[in-house]
């Protein structure tokens, strides 16, 4: 005993209605599923600590007064040590005739292969 299908598809509507879910009868991806969860956005918002204020926000809201960060200065000898001893990162080049100039230097050093 086969029931008609237009009767399943109001029964489907129906049950739909109570249980307040879509009704798709073609069982298309609609991401109902994902549209029915809560928001994520306040629940991450809310984990991350707000924002404090540093040295950096207080030099430019007062430029005029010193204000003394000592773990930049440390940040900023270390970067001209590092220049000093040659590892700092190389400098750029401000034209298109250096950078040629470079790529010559760096051709021109490679020894060539000696055949026997």
Do not use: H
């Not at 000592?70 to 040590?81: F, G, K, N, P």
């Amino acid at each position: 005993m086969a029931v008609p299908r237009a009767r399943i598809l109001d029964l489907m509507k129906i049950q739909c209605r109570i249980f307040n879910t879509t009704f798709n009868p073609e069982g298309l991806r609609l991401g109902n599923k994902v549209l029915r969860q809560r928001l994520r956005g306040p629940a991450l918002a809310s984990y991350y600590p707000r924002r404090t204020v540093t040295l950096k926000d207080l030099k430019k809201a007062f430029p005029d007064f010193t204000v003394w960060d000592d773990d930049e200065e440390d940040r900023l000898e270390s970067i001209a040590i590092t220049k000093m001893r040659g590892k700092g990162p190389p400098k750029k080049k401000r034209t298109a005739d250096e950078s040629k100039k470079l790529q010559k230097k760096k051709k021109s050093s490679t020894p060539k292969p000696v055949v026997f």
